[in-house]
């Protein structure tokens, strides 16, 4: 059997209680429900504007157009 906690035990339970309650535990993903889609979409993003960037990037030689006038 258990040992009977005592009064400074029984003190100490019930000042811990607020850490099993349901709105702390596991709070940070319930607080932010679409941080990590959202995160996963801006990395894509970067990414497909890098490739872009690397496909599309104007030359370094000056265009015919500009020099012209």
């Known amino acids: 059997m258990a040992k009977p906690l005592g009064p ?9 209680e607020w850490r099993k309650h349901p709105r702390l535990t596991n709070q940070l993903r319930h607080a932010t429900p679409g941080l990590g889609i959202g995160l996963v979409a801006f990395g894509i993003y970067l990414v497909g ?3 872009y960037n690397k496909l599309y990037a104007p ?8 020099a012209s006038h």
């Open 8 to 16: 400074t035990g029984e003190f100490f339970r019930r000042r811990d």
């Open 59 to 66: 030359s370094s030689s000056p265009s015919h157009s500009s």
């Open 49 to 51: 504007e890098q490739v």
